[in-house]
């Protein structure tokens, strides 16, 4: 069960968005974004207007919400064999976090994951009726080999879930396989099965893989989550706003094309700044500034006209402490409160994602639901 | 320096917010709110309309709404001889926590607190820029003996701090002690100096200490903040909307009153309910159940035209853990999203409000400057 979106908090007014999105014009027409080792994208934008020098690819803001919007859905299915979750509507879902290579057990043993523990995360997501999907690379498998890691993952999923799945972004050729072995390979509109999550690489930069993932997705008509995960002061301005302005350029570079690679094809965003800790060399999750940046930059994306990703209860704290809660209480809210459609990272999170606490999931998933119960009032109203 | 309030958050629409309303109604005239030990406030009421049978007032909600808006002020000054702050605008602002017998100090050591802690608390209330007020009985002073003990106090305000005061309601004779050692003993239209805490004793009724000082703070010209602290389940109805509609019956009598007694005079006021655990027969601070209690019965406050009270980090957790922060967000959040004009134990709560914790005050007391300067945004926007 989802939860219903109340009223949007509106942080920014029209004037500071519009500011915002001239700026990222600015950014888009004289600095461009850099697309490593994938020359087809670099084809692609430049048949659809960019201008391509090398690697480097300038197009204005206008061009991108073009592109974006003649063909986005604005909501669209995300299936299992069992159950849907429509993205997109006036209800928040929930996925859990995604990418730790460390675990902390029941009995306070902390260690590399396991497949076993993998498959007591997934087991949690199916249970808790509050998650929408049971996500994907909960934690890392160390005793499986790399080879086939992902697609062992992938069955623990299929087995032990019934809930849709989000996909891996290894590589080109495990994206494929998995692609294959979920039965998502062909593209239907406006629904997809798996969902990925490509990150650019801040400044202004993708990666040859997560581009190469991009569009194999979009080809097959799977789903991405495309999102820029800033740190503020290393990889983005040391301000918010003008590190929104950053992302944002980098996140319309990404969804214009998946809707290149596939008019129509699923596609959701994020936008995402955490400021840089120079002391530790380390993000400081969960602070009062990556609490602003995340209400300003879900308003940024939603008038992209996609559905929005939200980040959970992420943090920098190593135990479930103070720390823990004032840090993932921070972005939840945000996400919550902006009105994200699915929200990431939402349950077992603990040290800048390097753990996953079994108990903290738990803990969590209580919590999520706790909010569900408080949005859905209309059973508190059976008065006379 | 205050807070911006920015979009408020709309729990319950229109519907949803007249239901309650219409239950108040109900409540006000078929059962009535029980009026102790002061005959005066009967006859007043009487006067202005009211059924009074033995201590029962029975009153429409309709008639309590059209003398509260005759007279109340939308907005007053909290005055200090150095500073006002005005309530009732588009800032939100914050008071420091209230009434607790015990102190945990930087060493750690947790006992009965003193004067000198007493002191000490005064100073960082005036020392934070986030802080409006020094509040009042920060915590009690035991080691001053009790007949001088509301004087002590006041003393220490007026020594130490320069920001507006509360007052006391220990009794009708220590309030005007108070009162005419603060030099505040007159009416101005709009504006007082010391601003009370008049809590209504749910289920219904008004103990007549609280109902003296209500009068007599209102005689002298002086503010109060009129209050339903509600325990769900054993002082009110164990479903929330319901305890909502109790508490707006017990706070539109007391804001009428305040206003038969002397119109004009400034009056603000609050909802609360928060569960109350059977088990360990106390309540639970800081739950979800409070923190949508809390967002609608600003939303219901705000429909009277008065300045509204909302509460702060509170929270059941005996130590500056996981728990505090949890719960002390979900109360925070709910006061600063719907707009609360002035959020009282803001900082250095700590076990049901039996302890102040002299170094969570001074957490909370930079984590609320956080947020203002996340609200604060203007600064942020120096592009070219």
Redesign the interface.
């Known amino acids: 069960m989802p939860v219903k979106q ?7 007014d029209e004037v ?1 968005l519009q ?1 915002i999105e001239a ?1 990222t014009d600015l950014i888009l027409k004289d600095i461009g974004v850099t697309l490593k080792g994938d020359p087809l994208s670099l084809a692609i934008l430049e048949l659809a207007g960019a201008i391509v020098e090398g690697e480097n690819v300038r197009i204005g803001r206008a061009s991108l919400m073009a592109i974006i919007q003649a063909s986005a859905p604005k909501s669209f299915s995300w299936k299992s064999l069992e159950s849907t979750v429509q993205l997109g509507t006036d209800e928040t879902y929930f996925a859990p976090m995604f990418g730790a290579p460390n675990i902390r057990r029941h009995d306070n043993s902390y260690t590399q994951s396991q497949f076993s523990d993998y498959q007591t995360l997934v087991k949690h997501c199916e249970d808790s009726p509050i998650m929408a999907s049971s996500g994907y690379l909960l934690c890392i498998a160390h005793d499986i080999p790399e080879k086939v890691r992902h697609i062992a993952m992938l069955r623990a999923h299929l087995e032990l879930s019934t809930k849709p799945v989000m996909g891996t972004v290894l590589s080109e050729i495990a994206l494929q396989e998995v692609a294959i072995e979920a039965n998502a390979t062909e593209f239907h509109p406006g629904e997809c099965k798996l969902l990925h999550m490509i990150n650019s690489t801040p400044p202004l930069t993708f990666q040859s893989n997560p581009l190469q993932c991009l569009r194999l997705a979009s080809q097959l008509g799977q789903g991405c989550l495309v999102t820029s995960y800033m740190m503020m002061g290393a990889t983005s301005p040391v ?4 590190s929104l302005a950053q992302g944002l350029a980098e996140v319309l570079i990404g969804a214009a094309l998946t809707q290149l690679y596939q008019p129509g094809v699923a596609v959701a965003a994020g936008l995402f700044a955490t400021p840089f800790s120079m002391r530790k060399m380390l993000p400081a999750f969960g ?3 990556s ?2 940046a995340m209400l300003a930059g879900i308003q940024l994306i939603k008038r992209l006209g996609i559905p929005c990703r939200g980040d959970g209860l992420i943090t920098s704290a190593k135990t ?7 840090e993932g ?1 921070n972005m939840l ?1 945000a996400s919550l ?1 902006a009105g994200a459609d699915i929200i990431l990272h939402s349950a077992g999170w603990l040290e800048n994602g390097r753990c996953v606490d079994i108990k903290k999931m738990e803990f969590d998933l209580q ?1 999520i639901e ?2 569900q ?2 949005v859905n ?1 209309d059973h ?2 059976l ?1 006379p």
């Open positions: 109340g009223t949007h908090y509106a942080l920014l500071q500011k700026m301000t918010f706003f003008a602070t009062m500034e609490h602003v479930h402490d103070s720390q823990a809660e004032f209480n809210s409160l919590y706790g909010i119960q408080k009032l508190h109203f008065l």
